[in-house]
């Protein structure tokens, strides 16, 4: 019974996290209708921002080891990751549906950037190339060769295979291939409950979790931007056509899904310290999985989904074959959308974005 | 007649290239010839699912990782007691025997796989049925992780090396062939219906569910051909080759070059090939130049590089 309890615990707060990564997925399919295969990537950028955050030399004598550095740490990856969202949105995706000058440039400038390495590995090289590549991207847009605004959904899939692609591979040349570990930037300790021990880490995993989901539930209800995205998630044209600015809505709503990957990201690095550039790979694909099961679109059965799967899945390994561990997540979803099509939360039955 | 003097005519144009190709070009290409034409038939099968029928799908290196296993362990298992029963004929022939049944087998169990993805998507619609692809080519995956007798995660080695640059494109022939025949019948009428409008395809008396699991019976059935072309030319198979990611090439191959055509599944599968082997010249930036590339090819040209452009009219597809 203990070990259960115990097993029902560390599925909680890993469920948490992937709930915090699902929550990115069903925001952004909300809005867009996009599986945004991104995200994942997005997790491992707000792992690392954090890595390097905890690393830096400004953190550590300013504030040591007290928890106000954690905390900075925290913020400061999510507010990257949701600047990197931002980013992804505004030249990759938005290019598909709406003017978008100097995309690009911006393309062009990052393969400008790739080119300069080849001359040499300093970090002027990559400029020089980047700045070349950025001014020839920006003359042949001005010479009017702009992006088509009339992707379809599955080109639209296929971008975001190809940032992902993109995010993961850059990540091996910025943050170098072998897999680094994650400071303990909040200390551990073992907290005795009557017979159960419980690691503080994961209290900190879980507790972090529900304060984000619950100020995010908040803002989606009784805001008026939270207003806007559900009128954008239910029908964009109209919400258009009732002087919604959608694209700030889109931008917005990838800016919050990033920051809670980031989050996601960080708080998973607490549980397991070694974070490399692809770590994002499978809990991204999982908390898609999490997403799809609780029903996408729908941010309680995001939720729903991920505390399943982490249950499950921890169950999984406690008491059966670890081996099969990876294929537990898509048994039940399998298994669940025979029965419930939908997903568990359905349709259009609670508040989508 | 037409017909048998064309197959006549491309099996000795094979048999001929076949015999002087490998000197010719040396053996680096001749490997990206063999992985082009390999993914030239699961492009153009996959495109029978998410282009023609318009269901989509994920998850077809799940099927392309049944047949090659299958396949595989079919000729591996039982080539000492199929060839002493072939002993009448000379070598080459018994490799080609052992090799087609080794097909048979992929073709069959990939066949098989399909059928029980295709009953699911009776009930999906769109990105529920595409997760679940997704999720059955990662059980498949972690299913044969598990077996020991195929390799698990070693990797299954010692598959014996059957076939080559004319198998290869003599399947590649067949499963254009047999596609383009397809779309151009009712039963491709079928598949188009339901793709454009499901609910009018099935008050015209189209039997959705039949004509559903049918193209994915028949498209998973082409990538066990595939994988078996594959393990046997590669003697070598690892769970890792068939990843989630496989068949995400697979789909851009199928996008880029222009969903729904299959001239545009063979352009997209030849491009992304070997723009992916030229850019080996960028080094670790490979990857990242192919992302911006792919990124760029959809903003620019979504429709896709060939689009409906096609080489052969016939009727209206």
Same mark, same amino acid.
């Given at each position: 019974m203990n070990t259960f309890l115990q097993q029902v615990i560390n599925g909680i707060s890993q469920g948490s996290a992937y709930a915090l990564i699902a929550l990115g997925y069903t925001m952004v399919y909300g809005v867009?209708?996009?599986?945004?295969?991104a995200h994942s990537d997005v997790y491992m950028f707000g792992a690392y921002m954090g890595y390097y955050l905890a690393n830096s030399a400004w953190l550590q004598s300013r504030f040591g080891t007290s928890p106000s550095a954690a905390i900075i740490v925290m913020l400061g990856a999510m507010a990257l990751s949701a600047g990197l969202g931002l980013l992804i949105e505004r030249f990759a995706y938005r290019p598909n549906r709406s003017s978008s000058p100097l995309t690009l440039a911006f393309w062009f400038g990052i393969l400008g950037a790739a080119a300069g390495q080849l001359f040499g590995e300093t970090m002027v090289w990559l400029a020089v190339g980047a700045a070349i590549g950025f001014v020839a991207g920006a003359l042949i847009e001005k010479a009017?060769?702009? &992006?088509?605004?009339?992707?379809s959904r599955l080109g639209l899939l296929i971008i975001a295979i190809g940032v992902s692609l993109f995010l993961e591979n850059g990540g091996q040349q910025a943050f170098g291939a072998d897999p680094k570990f994650f400071p303990e930037i909040i200390p551990t300790k073992l907290i005795n409950a009557g017979s159960l021990k419980i690691d503080s880490q994961k209290l900190i995993v879980l507790g972090v979790s529900i304060v984000l989901m619950l100020l995010l539930n908040l803002l989606v209800k009784y805001t008026k931007t939270g207003k806007a995205m559900r009128a954008v998630s239910f029908n964009l044209d109209a919400a258009k056509l009732m002087g919604i600015n959608t694209d700030r809505i889109i931008a917005i709503t990838f800016a919050i899904g990033s920051a809670l990957a980031g989050a996601g990201g960080i708080l998973v690095a607490l549980l397991y310290p070694r974070i490399d550039p692809l770590m994002g790979v499978n809990p991204g694909i999982k908390a898609f999985v999490a997403a799809v099961l609780g029903g996408i679109g729908n941010i309680t059965g995001a939720m729903i989904g991920g505390l399943i799967l982490g249950i499950a899945e921890v169950m999984a390994v406690g008491y059966g074959q670890s081996t099969y561990r990876d294929a537990i997540a898509f048994v039940i979803l399998v298994l669940i959308l025979l029965l419930k099509p939908d997903g568990i939360?359905?349709?259009?039955?609670t508040d989508k974005v | 007649m037409k017909k048998v003097l064309f197959w006549l005519a491309a099996i000795a144009i094979l048999i001929v290239t076949q015999a002087g190709i490998k000197g010719l070009i040396g053996p680096y290409y001749y490997h990206i010839l063999i992985l082009v034409g390999i993914n030239i038939i699961l492009a153009v099968s996959l495109n029978l699912i998410n282009g023609v029928t318009g269901q989509f799908s994920i998850g077809h290196a799940g099927f392309y990782a049944v047949g090659a296993y299958s396949s595989a362990s079919l000729v591996y298992y039982g080539q000492s007691a199929i060839r002493p029963a072939l002993s009448f004929l000379p070598q080459m022939a018994q490799d080609a025997v052992l090799l087609l049944l080794g097909l048979c087998a992929g073709a069959l169990a990939a066949g098989i796989a399909g059928f029980a993805v295709g009953i699911p998507s009776l009930r999906l619609r769109g990105d529920y049925l595409a997760i679940v692809t997704l999720g059955f080519g990662e059980i498949i995956r972690v299913l044969i992780l598990n077996i020991?007798?195929?390799?698990?995660? *070693?990797g299954f080695s010692g598959i014996p090396l059957l076939s080559n640059f004319f198998w290869v494109y003599l399947f590649v022939f067949v499963t254009i062939a047999t596609v383009y025949n397809l779309v151009h019948s009712s039963y491709g009428r079928a598949f188009i219906s339901i793709r454009d409008d499901e609910i009018a395809a099935e008050a015209m008396g189209v039997d959705t569910t039949r004509f559903k699991v049918m193209s994915f019976v028949i498209s998973s059935m082409f990538a066990g051909v595939a994988g078996g072309l594959f393990g046997h030319f590669e003697m070598y198979l690892h769970p890792n080759s068939f990843l989630f990611t496989t068949s995400f090439y697979l789909i851009i191959m199928i996008v880029v070059g222009g969903l729904g055509s299959i001239e545009g599944a063979i352009v997209g599968a030849t491009l992304v090939t070997v723009v992916l082997e030229v850019f *080996?010249?960028?080094? &670790?930036f490979r990857l990242v130049n192919f992302a911006v590339l792919l990124v760029l090819v959809m903003l620019y040209r979504p429709q896709g590089l060939v689009g409906s452009w096609t080489l052969f009219r016939k009727g209206t597809a």
């Open positions: 867009l209708r996009l599986i945004n295969f009017g060769l702009k &992006p088509l605004k009339q992707g939360m359905g349709k259009g039955s | 020991n007798a195929i390799g698990a995660s *070693r *080996r010249g960028f080094g &670790p």
